[in-house]
């Protein structure tokens, strides 16, 4: 099923940890596709089901685990260290941004960061793959 960008990002796709569950691999390309991390467990892989940070996160009343006074804990960094090596992105950076600037701006950065230049289908942070076209695309450069 064919996944286009939307106009607007919505927030609610913000996860714990810092990932814009839409470019999420599972949300891009799955008939049934997961409605991010904070609204529900269908359509999630089990590892998100199960995950310790978004159970951390509830556990301490926080929608965000950056609220936490303990961030960024040893299974954030764990975490980190893997996307940063797999995917080349940073979940802490993301948070910070999120801090920082807002939700509204980080989804609308990430719109601009991961529509396909192609055919405007979301661009999978896990492959790198449009949903729409399934060419192998690159994440747009954040314009200074």
């Known amino acids: 099923m064919p996944v286009k960008m939307p106009e607007t990002i919505d927030s609610a796709l913000f996860a714990p940890c810092g990932m814009n569950c839409l470019v999420c691999y599972r949300h891009c390309y799955h008939k049934k596709p997961c409605a991010g991390c904070l609204s529900g467990d269908g359509g999630k892989p089990e590892h998100c089901r199960k995950c310790a940070i978004k159970a951390s996160a509830q556990e301490k009343s926080l929608t965000y685990y950056y609220q936490c006074p303990d961030y960024p804990c040893k299974r954030i960094k764990l975490l980190e ?22 939700l509204g701006s980080f989804m609308e950065r990430q719109r601009v960061q991961y529509t396909c230049p192609s055919c405007g289908g979301v661009i999978s942070l896990h492959g790198g793959e449009c949903s729409d076209c399934q060419e192998k695309q690159h994440k747009q450069e954040e314009k200074v």
């Open 81 to 102: 260290r893997s996307y940063n090596t797999r995917y080349h992105t940073s979940l802490i950076e993301n948070s910070r941004y999120v801090q920082q600037h807002g």
